[in-house]
Nanobody, 126 residues
Framework: VTVAESGGGLVQAGGSLRLSCQLS????????TAWFRQAPNQEREGIAC????????KYGDSVKGRFTVSNNNGQNTIWLQMNGLKTEDTAMYYC????????????????????WSQGTQVTVSQ
């Protein structure tokens, strides 16, 4: 599976950005995708997860109410709409996926993901 990510950039605090994650290759069966982020000198943090139909979504506490994860119902594109951005949202953002039908209770941990994107930088200025 190949993962192409786009949409990062520089934005002022309070602004919005939308990240996209396009999957291609041998994608068969059901899968869940998640967004992670990693700020300098910090651990990688799981922030959102969605299953392949969009019927199951989970969010980390740090982004709940501000970020929205969505997809095109199994057509292999996943988005992360980020509103109300804060300086502490500055990080490298990654898209990851695994071949399970739902976002499990362990979705925010790093282990068990079958594919990862290269990452895109999001910088939020004051």
């Amino acid at each position: 599976v190949t993962v192409a990510e786009s949409g990062g950039g520089l934005v002022q605090a309070g602004g919005s950005l939308r990240l996209s994650c396009q999957l291609s290759g041998s994608i068969t069966g059901r899968y869940a995708t998640a967004w992670f982020r990693q700020a300098p000198n910090q651990e990688r943090e799981g922030i959102a997860c969605i299953n392949w139909t969009g019927s199951n979504r989970k969010y980390g506490d740090s982004v709940k109410g501000r970020f929205t994860v969505s997809n095109n119902n199994g057509q292999n594109t996943i988005w992360l709409q980020m509103n109300g951005l804060k300086t502490e949202d500055t990080a490298m953002y990654y898209c990851a996926g695994r071949f399970v039908p739902y976002c499990s209770d362990t979705w925010s941990t790093l282990q068990g993901y079958d594919f990862w994107s290269q990452g895109t930088q999001v910088t939020v200025s004051q």
